[in-house]
């Protein structure tokens, strides 16, 4: 009973490549987010979403664009991927914004080669 | 701007208790968290308190506040090889629309 289930995994891809993760929560919670965490564990918020709207876009490359077609989806597409990209991205689910302790998927670990 | 600060290695015997700390800048901050990762997995949160508080104990963990100093303390008590992680203080922006995450503590425990 996974509660923030992130695919895939682990993801190796070449420069160049387009790629898309998948996130799903199944807590009800109507905020997700994605987080960027590097190979020194800092971790930095890129998205966050409401009930299907974008609340939070940080200094994200537009390369980058998430979806949320519904508010248990978050899903993050990037184009024209870079090599410092690589990185490993978190999920994360909330009930209401901010202040609410966000509930974390297990990440995928991008490789760009 | 808002910034949470913590060192990156602590290195304790087992069965000691293990202190890991973090200071913040933003004074208004209403929620300060701990959350734990251990590898290759997400992060978990462990406890967090409140900003009128200055302690809070749940079992082997004591969460320590000082706002004064903006300072906030995790202490884990009997430390265990399970407890080997990086953990992680954050704290509620102030516009309360996101919750800013320190650099992490790797915690080793040596037997």
């Known amino acids: 009973d996974t509660a923030v289930s992130q695919t895939p995994k682990y993801l190796v891809t070449q420069m160049g490549n387009d790629k898309s993760i998948k996130c799903e929560q199944n807590l009800g919670h109507d905020t997700m987010y994605w987080y960027k965490q590097d190979s020194k564990k800092f971790l930095k918020i890129m998205f966050s979403y409401n009930n299907k709207e974008l609340i939070i876009n940080e200094t994200v490359p537009n390369r980058f664009s998430p979806k949320s077609p519904d508010k248990a989806h978050l899903n993050l597409h990037i184009n024209s991927l870079e090599l410092g990209d690589s990185a490993v991205y978190f999920c994360?689910?909330?009930?209401?914004?901010?202040?609410?302790?966000?509930?974390f998927g297990d990440g995928t670990r991008l490789s760009i080669l | 701007g808002e910034d949470v600060e913590q060192s990156l290695f602590l290195s304790v015997r087992e069965g000691d208790s293990s202190v890991i700390n973090c200071t913040y800048t933003d004074s208004s901050s209403t929620y300060l968290y701990w959350y734990k990762q251990e590898p290759g997995a997400g992060l978990q949160l462990l406890t967090y308190?409140?900003?009128?508080?200055d302690m809070k104990q749940d079992q082997r963990l004591t969460v320590l506040l000082n706002k004064k100093d903006k300072h906030l303390s995790l202490r884990i008590a009997d430390t265990q090889t399970g407890d080997s992680a990086i953990y992680f203080c954050a704290e509620v922006s102030s516009s309360a629309s996101k919750i800013i995450f320190g650099s992490g503590t790797r915690l080793s425990i040596r037997p």
């Open positions: 308190i409140f900003s009128n508080m």
């Open positions: 994360a689910s909330s009930q209401g914004q901010g202040s609410q302790p966000q509930h």
